[in-house]
C-alpha cells in the first residue's frame, strides 16, 4: 500500500523568505508525485506534479519540487514566499501503473506574514 | 477547462438519514474519487471508480457506498448518516495517466 508522510504541518514564514516542504512517501513501484495547493476558501488545484523525466519539476507561481528516488522524497520549494502564498499544501502519489488511486499526506499549513 | 462539479455546497441532514452526494464531470475523464477531509487529517480516500460500473475501496470505505451508471456521474451513498461523518466531501476526476482535478467540496453536517 502506498502512503504519504508531511514533516511540517504548520509553517510560518515572512514574506520574501525561502521555502521548502518535505514530502516522503513509501511504495514499492514507480509512482507519479503530486504538489497541490488549497487557498482559503477555494478547491484544491494542481501545483506541479512528476510522472517520469527531469526529476526536477517547476510548476505555476514559481514554485518547484525535486524528485530524489533514493530518498522517496518530492520536496517542494520557493526561493521566495510572497503573502498571496498563504494555503495549505498537500504532496500526493499514485502508482504509474495499475489502478490509479491517489493517496495524499495530510498538509501543510503554511502562513506568509506580511 | 476541467470542470467538477458538486451538487451541493453545504449540506444538513438528521442522523440516521440516507445521504446522497453527487458528483459530475465534463472531461471524459475514466478515474473518479470520493475524499474527505477533515482538519489534521489530510484528504481520505473513501471509494474510487476506474470505469462505468466499476469502484474499488478505499481507506475509510465503512458507512459508504458508491454508484457509477455513467461515466460523468459518481455518486456517494451514506446509507444512515452518523455525527462522525460530519466533514467535508471533495470529488475528484482524473485520466488514468493525468492529475486529479477536484469539485468545490460538500460540507455535510450531521446533527
Known amino acids: 500500500a502506498q502512503s504519504v508522510s508531511q514533516h511540517n504541518h504548520h509553517v510560518i514564514l515572512s514574506e520574501a523568505a525561502s521555502l521548502e516542504l518535505g514530502c516522503n512517501y513509501s511504495?514499492?513501484?514507480?509512482?507519479?508525485l503530486f504538489w497541490y495547493v488549497q487557498y482559503p476558501g477555494q478547491h484544491l488545484q494542481l501545483l506541479l506534479k512528476?510522472?517520469?523525466?527531469?526529476?526536477l519539476v517547476k510548476g505555476i507561481k514559481g514554485f518547484e519540487a525535486e524528485f530524489i528516488k533514493s530518498k522517496f522524497s518530492f520536496n517542494l520549494r520557493k526561493p521566495s514566499v510572497q503573502w498571496s502564498d498563504t494555503a495549505e499544501y498537500f504532496c500526493?502519489?499514485?502508482?504509474?501503473?495499475?489502478?490509479?488511486?491517489?493517496?495524499f499526506g495530510i498538509g501543510t499549513k503554511l502562513q506568509v506574514i506580511p | 477547462d476541467v470542470k467538477v462539479t458538486q451538487s451541493s455546497r453545504y449540506l444538513v441532514k438528521r442522523t440516521g438519514e440516507k445521504v446522497f452526494l453527487e458528483c459530475v464531470q465534463d472531461?471524459?475523464?475514466?478515474?473518479m474519487f470520493w475524499y474527505r477531509q477533515d482538519p489534521g487529517l489530510g484528504l481520505r480516500l473513501i471509494y474510487f471508480s476506474y470505469d462505468v460500473k466499476m469502484k474499488e475501496k478505499g481507506d475509510i470505505p465503512e458507512g459508504y457506498s458508491v454508484s457509477r451508471e455513467k461515466k460523468e456521474r459518481f455518486s456517494l451513498i451514506l446509507e444512515s448518516a452518523s455525527t462522525n461523518q460530519t466533514s467535508m466531501y471533495l470529488c475528484?476526476?482524473?485520466?488514468?495517466?493525468?492529475?486529479?482535478?477536484f469539485g468545490q467540496g460538500t460540507r455535510l453536517t450531521v446533527v
Open positions: 475528484a476526476s482524473s485520466r488514468s495517466t493525468g492529475s486529479a482535478f
Open positions: 472531461m471524459d475523464h475514466e478515474n
Open positions: 512528476y510522472f517520469s523525466g527531469d526529476p
Open positions: 511504495y514499492g513501484g514507480t509512482v507519479n
Open positions: 500526493a502519489v499514485n502508482a504509474a501503473r495499475g489502478y490509479q488511486k491517489v493517496t
